[in-house]
C-alpha cells in the first residue's frame, strides 16, 4: 500500500498559514542564514536558506517566483493564463512551466474525480474571491456558470492549451505548491542543503535544519488564532488547505470560504475544517490538500488509502484530528489537544 504512487508524473509542484515556530533553531554559530521576503501570487513569501551559496540563490528564487506569477496570474494582461482566458476557443501557446503545471492539475482532476478542477475560475470569480468584491450567486448563475467548467473539456497538445469559449483557467490550488518544489530544485543545484520556504502557508523544506535536526512546523488551529500542533520533517513539502485562509461571512449569517466544490459550484461543505498534506512533491501536496478539503474525510482516506506515497494530517469541523501512521511519531498536539483521542490511520 504504502508504496503506491500516485499517477507516473515526474516530481513536479495554502491553507490559512501555517505558522512556523522555532525554524531557525539553534544553527551552529558558523552557518550564515540569509532570508528573502515578498508578496506573488496573492501572498507573503518568506525564504530562509543556510550557507554560503544561499544568498544569491534566493535572489535568483524571487526572480524565479516573479516570472512564474508574471505567467500563471489570472489578472495580469500578459500572462499566460490570461491569455487562455481570454483565447475565444484559439490555441495558446505555453512555457514549459505552465504546461508542466496545467499537464499535472488536469490529471490530478481526474484521478480526484474532479474534485480538484483548474477550470473553476468562472465561479471563484462570480463568489468574488479574484476581487474581494464578495458575492453569493443565485442558484440559476452558479447552474449557468457550471456548464463552463470542466476539466475534460481542456485540450492541452503541441505545447498549447485550447479552451471552448467562456471557459477559464484557475492554477492557485497547485501553483504554490509547484513555486516551492521548483525552488527547492534550485537551491539544491545551487549546493543550498538547508532551506525553509514558507510560501504563503505551504512549506516547503531543503534537507534538515543546519544543526541536522528537524523543521519544528506549527499546523495552523482553523478555528482561532495558533496552531493545533507541532509537525517535525525535513527535506519535502507540507501543504496545507482550508476555509479559514480566505473567506467572507454573507447576510444570512453562513461563512463561504474561497475553496470550491466542483460538483455544486459553491464552497465545499464537506466534514473537514482543515487538510494538511505532507510528501516529495509540492505540487501534488498543494492539488490534494484542496482535493481532499472538497472530498472529506472518508473519501480522503479512501485517497490516501488507493494511492499512498504521501501523509496527511486532518481537522474535522468537530475538531477530531486524524493523521497517517507515517507522521504519528513527529506530531505532537498543544496542550489543549493533548487529551483527545488522535485517530491513526494504517495502510
Ligand atoms: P488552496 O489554497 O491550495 O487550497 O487553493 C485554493 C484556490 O484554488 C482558491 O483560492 C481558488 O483560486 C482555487 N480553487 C478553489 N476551489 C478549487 C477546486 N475545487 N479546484 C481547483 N482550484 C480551486
Ligand atoms: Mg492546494
Known amino acids: 500500500m504504502r508504496n503506491k504512487r500516485f499517477l507516473s508524473f515526474s516530481a513536479l509542484t495554502a491553507a490559512f498559514s501555517l505558522c512556523l515556530s522555532g525554524c531557525a533553531g539553534s544553527q551552529e554559530a558558523s552557518v550564515q542564514e540569509h532570508t528573502a521576503e515578498l508578496f506573488a501570487m496573492g501572498t507573503y513569501m518568506n525564504f530562509t536558506a543556510y550557507g554560503e551559496q544561499a544568498d544569491a540563490a534566493l535572489d535568483e528564487a524571487v526572480s524565479h517566483v516573479e516570472e512564474w506569477e508574471s505567467l500563471w496570474s489570472v489578472t495580469d494582461e500578459n500572462s499566460e493564463i490570461y491569455a487562455a482566458n481570454h483565447s475565444h476557443g484559439r490555441p495558446v501557446p505555453l512555457s514549459t512551466e ?35 468584491e464578495y458575492r453569493i450567486p443565485s442558484d440559476e448563475e452558479i447552474q449557468e456558470l457550471l456548464s463552463l467548467t470542466g476539466y475534460e473539456k481542456v485540450a492541452l497538445e503541441n505545447h498549447a492549451v485550447t479552451l471552448p469559449e467562456g471557459m477559464q483557467l484557475d492554477l492557485g490550488a497547485a501553483g504554490k505548491g509547484y513555486t516551492g518544489e521548483l525552488l527547492a530544485d534550485h537551491l539544491k543545484e545551487q549546493g543550498v542543503t538547508s532551506a ?75 466534514d473537514l475544517a482543515s487538510v494538511t498534506i505532507i510528501g516529495d512533491s509540492g505540487v501534488l501536496c498543494d492539488a490534494l490538500s484542496t482535493a481532499i478539503f472538497v472530498m472529506g474525510l472518508e473519501e480522503g482516506i479512501q485517497c490516501w488509502e488507493t494511492y499512498g506515497g504521501f501523509d496527511m494530517l486532518l481537522m474535522t469541523l468537530d475538531g477530531e484530528i486524524y493523521l497517517t501512521e507515517g507522521i504519528e511519531e513527529n506530531f505532537t498536539p498543544e496542550e489543549e489537544f493533548s487529551e483527545q483521542t488522535i485517530h491513526v490511520m494504517e495502510a
Open 196 to 270: 525553509l520556504l514558507d510560501i504563503g502557508g505551504n512549506i516547503q523544506m531543503v534537507g534538515p535544519k543546519p544543526d541536522g535536526t528537524k523543521w519544528r512546523l506549527g499546523i495552523r488551529n482553523p478555528f482561532e488564532d495558533g496552531s493545533f500542533g507541532t509537525l517535525e520533517a525535513q527535506d519535502c513539502a507540507v501543504v496545507t488547505s482550508g476555509g479559514y485562509e480566505r473567506y467572507f461571512t454573507g447576510g444570512d449569517g453562513t461563512t463561504y470560504w474561497h475553496i470550491l466544490d466542483p460538483a455544486t459550484g459553491r464552497p465545499a461543505d464537506s
Open 98 to 132: 505552465t504546461e508542466n503545471l496545467l499537464r499535472f492539475a488536469l490529471e490530478m482532476s481526474g484521478q480526484t474525480q474532479g474534485a480538484l478542477d483548474p477550470t473553476i475560475y468562472p465561479l471563484v470569480s462570480a463568489w468574488g474571491f479574484i476581487d474581494q
